[in-house]
């Protein structure tokens, strides 16, 4: 069974950092583009940043300049380090990855079960 584990979530002041890390746990898998979503309190599900297996990077406007998403493509992980959080940042992380397990294969969507990020002074 396929497992995204995410980590690195908790309580920030305004202001400040915290970098979240998501790990493929099938290692027989490749892994396609990766993504981290996050949902508030309330709202739907958004997506907040996504890095190609090529190293290339979008992001939502809402968090461009504060936000950095990388990965590992040996490690099978992805992060996104957090950076000026403020308080509409709150939200539930979602770490998301395409896998594949042949090249021109289907490729499949998975998701982690989340890590709670909470700003507040």
């Known amino acids: 069974q396929v497992h995204l584990v995410e980590s690195g979530g908790g309580l920030v002041q305004p202001g400040g950092s915290l970098t979240l890390s998501c790990v493929v746990s099938?290692?027989?898998?490749?892994?396609?583009?990766m993504a981290w979503y996050r949902q508030a309190a309330g709202k739907q599900r958004e997506l907040v940043a996504v890095i190609t297996s090529g190293g290339s990077a979008s992001y939502a406007d809402s968090v461009k300049g504060r936000f950095t998403i990388s990965r590992d493509n040996a490690k099978k992980m992805a992060y996104l380090q957090m950076n000026s959080l403020n308080v509409d940042d709150t939200a539930v992380y979602y770490c998301n990855a395409g896998l594949y397990a042949r090249s021109g294969g289907p490729v499949s969507d998975y998701w982690g079960q989340g890590t709670q990020v909470t700003v507040s002074s």
């Open positions: 099938e290692t027989a898998l490749r892994v396609n583009g």
